[in-house]
């Protein structure tokens, strides 16, 4: 099959790969309807994270189920499924919990951008969509696969709820996502930190009812001018660096909570701060699995619609400029189709 | 008056210091009728924090009401009180999210350790006992100035529920009332860590199911059998070191809370490990008047009985002698009278 590698920080290539097997009878293969760019696609292409020349890359995507493994009961050829990034068996102690991010058996999408991709634990992890959805569905569908679970992990692990104001950094798809989830679990007010217009425009359609342009600590000054001096009750933690992290645990009101989704490069935590403010940190990645039932619903009805944060679209082919455009802040999110 | 003060490290001394003396209509003066060392008053004894030679030391009593000015209408001269270690107007927006310990007008007891103690907003912080209380109560009623709110802030912070597995980490007085805390939440197992035969005890009065007597790496190992590998709902970190809160981070299970309310001392957060696990962490100075209704109430109708962590009881004068007690581990708390 075709699908998009890396070889090193900038270098994209749309390539022949050896085609997934199945070698275990939990694993499946589907066909790629739909993938995309994950922001944390961008820390290898940014040469932040190790980078093994030749391998694939792209976690998130929906598509067409091709062949199961004989242990594998609910999916068979044909069906239409979303592909949680993060595999798991939801059957350990850890998914029993909720936590399918933290299985025992865990394994991720690993060709999202490609024709084809492997399953792990496919059982546990794909979810089906009833008859074959519409083409104008197929994003927002592709959201649920990463972006949207992990914007709502964000919101849930800083505690949103109804009539409460919540505070996202981070503009990127997931911070979006996370302004999206936030107005869905209630929050009165939702002060988004972005300096984009279209972002911003993306906020507002979300739910949005604040956009601060500043950063940094001007950005907390302002939050804090705006909450009258008192912070937020929720930060949603959407990007993982340093400074966003003191930010967002600046701009929580005494005894708030951050939850965090940006996986951390560099972040040290100033635990005394924490300590005295008496505010909470949690978060990680998404449990993708267990909030999909929820999050399809909504989606399918028309409650939301997430796809919203895909502003270009290209053949996969083309996924090289699709990283282009994001690393350049040209696009908000890829959606790739084959 | 006379009150305890410290000079150096190792050095408590109780001597002629000046009479506390009203200075805003918000203040009160209270006539200590017991007092108590606490685990926190360590850290400068042992040189592990700054000291200013002479200063008075203690924050922790309960007494009678001496003398009240004018702004304070709910309390008068007799009253018998509950003194909060942190004091808290109780109106600001921060004291009406229940977190009274990050008041706007935050004040501490500082001479909680002798005859008379001064207290800021005392219309907001003081909370009254009717009547008389028997001497049998008193060392209970004193738990509730710090120790035990305290130790409630830590399983509250953690997420204790009913049903759910926690572990204590910190057999001081703090984490004996996180037991304490816990059982009264409602967790249906829980595990103390410790290696002291009277604290194992007060640990099982309190409600401990089980006690893990290894630390560090091996004591984390043995909760993992205990747990069939899954590890801990909640954990309760009541130490402030570095090897305490990675113990607790360790021993709690994948989307599980650790509650902290060790002042941090030498503490790295490993963020990763914490983004990995999903593992939330919060806690800080407790609010202590914001538990203290449901509190109080539960030591007046005798459903808890925190008093049993004071097992030596000195006259005020001998304060020295208590601080090394509590030093060298020959005490677990030392209750002192005028």
Chains 1, 2 share one sequence.
Not at 11 to 27: A, C, G, L
Not at 32 to 60: F, K, M, Q
Not at 227 to 251: H, I
Not at 256 to 283: A, D, S, Y
Request: glycine share 12%; proline share 6%; with cysteine.
């Amino acid at each position: 099959m075709h699908a998009a590698t890396i070889h090193a920080a900038g270098d994209i290539r749309w390539q022949e790969v050896p085609d997934p097997k199945i070698t275990k009878d939990t694993e499946a293969i589907v066909k790629v309807v739909a993938g995309c760019i994950c922001g944390s696609d961008l820390w290898p292409y940014r040469g932040e994270n190790p980078i093994t020349a030749g391998d694939t890359i792209g976690h998130e995507c929906v598509g067409i189920v091709e062949e199961v493994g004989g242990a594998v009961r609910s999916f068979r050829p044909g069906d239409f499924v979303i592909v949680p990034f993060c595999h798991s068996d939801n059957t350990c102690a850890h998914c029993r919990h909720g936590f399918t991010s933290v299985c025992e058996n865990l394994g991720f999408t690993t060709s999202g951008q490609g024709e084809y991709t492997l399953v792990h634990e496919a059982e546990g992890s794909l979810v089906k969509v009833d008859g074959t959805p519409d083409a104008g569905l197929i994003p927002s569908l592709l959201a649920l696969s990463d972006v949207m679970p992990t914007g709502w992990h964000a919101a849930v692990a800083a505690g949103v709820t109804p009539g409460s104001t919540a505070v996202v950094v981070g503009d990127g798809a997931v911070g979006l996502c996370g302004v999206l989830a936030a107005s869905r679990l209630g929050a009165e007010r939702i002060i988004a930190m972005s300096r984009h217009e279209p972002r911003q425009e993306i906020a507002r359609a979300f739910g949005a009812t604040d956009i601060v342009v500043e950063r940094g600590k001007e950005g907390a000054a302002r939050i804090a001018d705006m909450t009258d001096g008192v912070g937020a009750d929720s930060v949603l933690e959407c990007v993982g660096t340093d400074q966003s992290m003191k930010t967002a645990l600046k701009v929580a009101r005494p005894g708030g909570n951050v939850g965090f989704v940006g996986v951390p490069h560099g972040v040290e935590l100033p635990i005394r701060t924490m300590f005295q403010r008496n505010v909470g940190l949690r978060g990680g990645m998404a449990p993708v699995r267990a909030y999909l039932p929820e999050l399809l619903e909504l989606v399918t009805s028309g409650a939301i619609n997430p796809g919203l944060v895909f502003d270009l679209t290209l053949s996969m082919p083309d996924v090289a400029e699709g990283y282009r455009a994001m690393d350049e802040r040209r696009a908000v999110k890829v959606l790739l189709q084959p």
